[in-house]
Each structure stands twice: as C-alpha cells, then as structure tokens.
C-alpha cells in the first residue's frame, strides 16, 4: 500500500493532466460537418461508409427509396445463403451446424458430407493446445476477463507456430483451422483459471473427447459432472452460428481487415478483433445487457407496471440509472432497423427455455423492455431512427438459461465470429492488396518551438 500522502499527489497530479488534457483538446462537434468527415465511418443518413467488397455476408437492414434509407425487416446471408434457411436445415437434420458453417464461411459454398467430415476431423486434431501451452499461457498471469486472455493467448500462439509470418494462403488456411479449433479449448481452461484464482472456486481440467462438436466440447468442460443433454449442446450450436459472421464493417472484422491489410501475422491481426469485440458497443453488451437487467429487476418494485419499466429506461437513457453511458444495452444496430434476425431466433429459444426453467417472469420483463426501448429513445433523444432488439439482447438469457456463467458470454461471441474474421482475413490479402490508409485532417496550425525555460503554465 503506498503511503497516503503519496496517493494524495498521485490523485492530484493525475487530475492536473486531466485538465491539461482537456484544455488542449477540444474539437468542436461542428467541424466535423464542416470537413466533411464521417464520424464513425458513418455517412450523414447513418448508413456506412463503402469501405471494401465481400462475398462472404451480407447484413440487409434497410431499403434506399429515392436517396433515402427506409426502414426494413433485417436479413442476414451467409455466402448467399439466409441464415434461418442454414439454422433449419440443420435442425430439421437433426445435426450441429457451427462447422458447416465455418466451412461455408471460409472456402464459400456448401460443404459435401465428405468434406464436412475431414473438416471436423481436422478441427478435432487441432483442439488440443501445444505442449505447455496451458501451463505457461493460460494458468500464469491469471485474467478476471476471459477476452483479455483470449487476445493474449492468441498473440502468444505466434511463439508456438513455426511459420507464424507466412502469409500465404495455404499458412493462412492451416493457421485459420488452427485458431477456430483452439480458441474454445482457450476459452474454457482460461475459465477455469479464472475461477480458481479470483473467485476462489475449483479448478476441473476434463479431457477433451473428440468425437465431440465444439458446442459440446464447450459444456463438457464447463460442467463439473460433464453432463448435458443433445437439446443444450444444439442449442448452444445454434448460438454459435448466429454469431458466426457479421459482414466486412462490423467494429472487429473492420479491426481483423485493417491489420491484415498490412501483411502481418494472423495472430497480431485476430488479437486485435477480440480487442475490439470485448468494447461494450460491440460483443461486450450481451454482458452489459444481464447487468443491465439486473439492475432493472432491483429497482423496479414491480416489474409488470409498463409505466415503472419505462420510467427505469427513461433514468437509463438520460445517464441518471445503470452505468450512466446513456444506452439501452441490446437495443440499435448500425445496420438492422425493424429487426435483427438473430435477435428473432434468439428471442423464441429464450422464450421456450425460460418456460421449461420456471424464468418466464424474467422473459416476460426482458420482452417488456424490447418493445418500451424504442418509444423511450424516440421520446428521450428526439431521434427517428427505428431501432429494434439485436443479438445481445437475448443472447445472455439464452446462456443464463443453459447454466452457463456470464463471463463466458462475449466470450462465446469471439469463438463463433473466429470463422467469420479468418475468412475476412483471407479474402483481405487475397483480393485486396492495399494498406488501408485514411486520412485525418489535421487542425493544428503551425507554431515556433518554445525552449524549455521559456515556457510557462
Ligand atoms: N440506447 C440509447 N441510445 C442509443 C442506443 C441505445 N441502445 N443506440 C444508439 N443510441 C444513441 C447514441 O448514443 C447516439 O446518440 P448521440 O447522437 O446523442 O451520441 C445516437 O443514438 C446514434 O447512435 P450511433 O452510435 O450513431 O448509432 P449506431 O447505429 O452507430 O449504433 C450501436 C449502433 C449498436 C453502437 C448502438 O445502437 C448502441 O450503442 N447500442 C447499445 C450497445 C449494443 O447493444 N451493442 C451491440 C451491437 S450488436
């Protein structure tokens, strides 16, 4: 503990720099209008800036009628296909899914059964982590956040690769495999880390069967008694398709597209994506979301009182209740207006799952803020924009519902968008070819250097 005076000057200095800082660094929200700058990447209507050509996805929100956006109900297609006609295919085959789908994402057609079945038998080779890995990556230097250590452990797989530079686009393929087959095994033993060393709880290391899909190789090592049904591990299969691929702009396949358009290293280019998916705008809400929720549930006497729900939501969006940034976690997209597709599936699979579990109050309260969301942005930001539920809304309720704990909720995220960033990777070196390089503009202006005894405060 450092002595408290100490602290005090700390403290103080700290808050000085602060308002050096501030005093130096103010950029008026007009100029950005007056350059002609997209705040955000974002044109003045909302839509995004074209940044780049894909054949991997495509995320429908919105029609242009006349130059103007008009609202519409949210599509999502991956290679062409919409993503509810790959969701019921396989359901109505009664199979798991995620590694068609990384298949699908990454080579771009649908995969045979042959080629499906070396796929999963290549994936299963890879799951298990170098030698030490474990021991020197994971254990040491414990996380009390899963995605710090995902991105760390990745960074460090570089060590254990021997052609970690070779950006061909057979290494890139070899190492792509490699990270979608590892990262739940990742995932889970940083879990159990984290478990033991911060929350003082055992840790249990299973072995990995391999016959297993990775939705069930995710519950065999979280369970203590490795126990889990075929119902649960489809449906954790479910979720990870959904969130295996979002298009080229979303915030960390823009991050894994940026890096890999310099040419470096695979690893330095997803450790970057989880960098981003962990931010709270991004993959972080689906946790904000329960704490959000839970945060609701506390203040809110009664919970089917549409008048007290909304009053709650009010106190949200003007910064007065929950973490104070103002935003409805779960709720806008920059794309989907109506509806976002995920959020549709994810909502009726809450929706059965809270019936079985005796949650259906919790649902129902959830379902609430889905529909005063929208009315309480339009009256308290005076904003049009339609917004509608996303894919974080329901998604923690869904793992709150399969026993799974929250920390592992972005988490989940990350290794399922693991398929969509390798194939965004690959298509960036393969059919790009330029560092991405914008501009700012600069509005400094040119001044005489000052020598150090003539300054003055
Ligand atoms: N709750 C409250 N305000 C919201 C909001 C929400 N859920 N979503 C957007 N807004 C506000 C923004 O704060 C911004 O207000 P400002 O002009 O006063 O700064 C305005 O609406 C426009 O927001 P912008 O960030 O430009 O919209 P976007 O379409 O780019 O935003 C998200 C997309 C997802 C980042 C945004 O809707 C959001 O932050 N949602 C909550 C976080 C979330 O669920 N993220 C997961 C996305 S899958």
Redesign the pocket.
């Known amino acids: 503990m450092e002595p408290r005076e100490a602290m005090e000057n700390k403290n103080a200095s700290l808050a000085d720099l602060c308002a050096e800082f501030r005093a130096n660094n103010q950029i008026p929200a007009e100029k950005f209008d007056l350059y002609n700058v997209k705040r ?1 990447l ?1 044109n003045p209507d ?1 839509t995004g800036v074209m940044a780049g050509l894909t054949l991997i996805c495509n995320v429908h929100g919105y029609l242009i009628d006349d130059g103007e956006r008009v609202p519409d109900e949210g599509r999502l297609t991956y290679r062409g296909i919409d993503v509810r006609d790959i969701v019921e295919g396989c359901q109505r085959e009664n199979r798991f899914g995620y590694e068609e789908v990384a298949w699908l994402l990454l080579f771009g057609k649908q995969p045979t059964r042959r080629q499906l079945d070396r796929f999963c038998s290549v994936l299963n080779a890879y799951r298990e982590l170098p030698e030490y890995f474990a021991e020197d990556m994971i254990v040491k230097a414990p996380s009390r956040n899963i995605m710090n250590k995902l991105a760390r452990s990745v960074l460090a797989l570089y060590s254990y690769d021997d052609n970690p530079d070779d950006t061909s686009l057979e290494n890139n393929m070899r190492q792509s495999m490699q990270l979608i087959a590892r990262l739940p095994t990742i995932m889970t033993y940083a879990y159990q880390v984290k478990r033991r060393h911060f929350d003082k709880e055992s840790m249990f290391f299973h072995p990995i069967d391999p016959s297993h899909s990775i939705a069930e190789s995710i519950l065999n090592a979280i369970r203590p008694d490795r126990q889990f049904t075929d119902d649960e591990a489809k449906l954790l299969d479910l979720c990870m398709m959904l969130h295996a691929e979002h298009g080229g702009g979303n915030n960390s396949t823009f991050a894994a597209r940026v890096l890999s358009s310099t040419g470096t290293d695979i690893y330095s280019a997803i450790a970057a994506a989880i960098g981003s998916l962990k931010g ?3 993959g972080g ?1 689906n946790h904000r ?1 329960m704490t959000m929720m839970g945060d609701l549930m506390d203040h809110v006497d009664n919970w089917e009182d549409e008048g007290k729900v909304k009053d709650y939501l009010v106190k949200i ?1 003007r910064r007065e209740a929950g973490d104070h940034s ?9 794309v989907y207006t109506i509806s976002d597709p995920r959020a549709v599936i994810l909502k009726e699979k809450a929706r059965s799952m809270a019936q079985q579990r005796g949650l259906l109050r919790q649902f129902e309260l959830f379902e609430r803020v889905e529909r005063l ?1 929208p009315q309480v ?1 339009a009256e308290v ?1 005076g ?1 049009s ?1 339609v ?1 509608s539920a ?3 809304f329901y998604s923690g309720l869904v793992y709150e519902c399969l026993g799974i704990p929250s920390d592992l909720y972005t988490p989940l995220f990350a290794i399922s968008r693991i398929a969509g960033w390798c194939a965004h990777r690959i298509e960036e070196m393969e059919t790009c070819g330029r560092i991405m390089r914008p501009a700012y503009r600069s509005l400094s202006h040119l001044r005489p250097y000052i020598p150090l005894d003539e300054r003055t405060e």
Do not use: E, S, W
């Open positions: 955000g974002r909302g709270p705008r991004h809400a979301v969006v103002g935003l409805i976690y779960g709720m806008g997209h920059a969301a942005f930001k904003d924009k917004i996303n894919v974080d």
